[in-house]
């Protein structure tokens, strides 16, 4: 698994954060969230085939890209790089993302990959 920071910013603060493992309606999904009273949502396991796990963590820069159609996702018009700032409780549209160019959206992982971070 990735390493996680043990360090959580939230609303300016900055607080220590332990992270657990909770279950997502998807079942090859998990949803990775703090260890407090809150359970603020930080990442997500989706499980592949042969045990070949993505991880999506806030903060993670990632390249967005349209379906066979170019749609990408309601307040995201166009393709390009952007970040992870917000994981959700939903279905499969977990990603709020706000890209380089200001646009800012919710998004299932098949608009998105993860850009490694020496290709930033």
Avoid at 33 to 56: C, F, M, Q, R
Avoid at 102 to 117: D, L, Q
């Amino acid at each position: 698994m990735k390493e996680l920071s043990r360090t959580l910013i939230e609303k300016g603060d900055l607080r220590e954060a332990g992270f657990k493992i909770e279950p997502c309606k998807i079942s090859n999904h998990k949803l990775i969230v703090t260890n407090d009273d809150k359970a603020t949502p930080v990442g997500v396991i989706e499980e592949g085939p042969l045990g070949v796990n993505k991880y999506y963590l806030l903060g993670d820069r990632v390249e967005v890209k349209g379906d066979i159609i170019g749609y990408i996702c309601p307040g995201v018009v166009s393709p390009g790089r952007g970040e992870i700032v917000e994981i959700r409780r939903d279905i499969d549209h977990y990603y709020g993302v706000r890209m380089d160019d200001g646009e800012f959206g919710y998004m299932k992982s098949a608009r998105i990959e993860v850009i490694p971070p020496c290709e930033y």
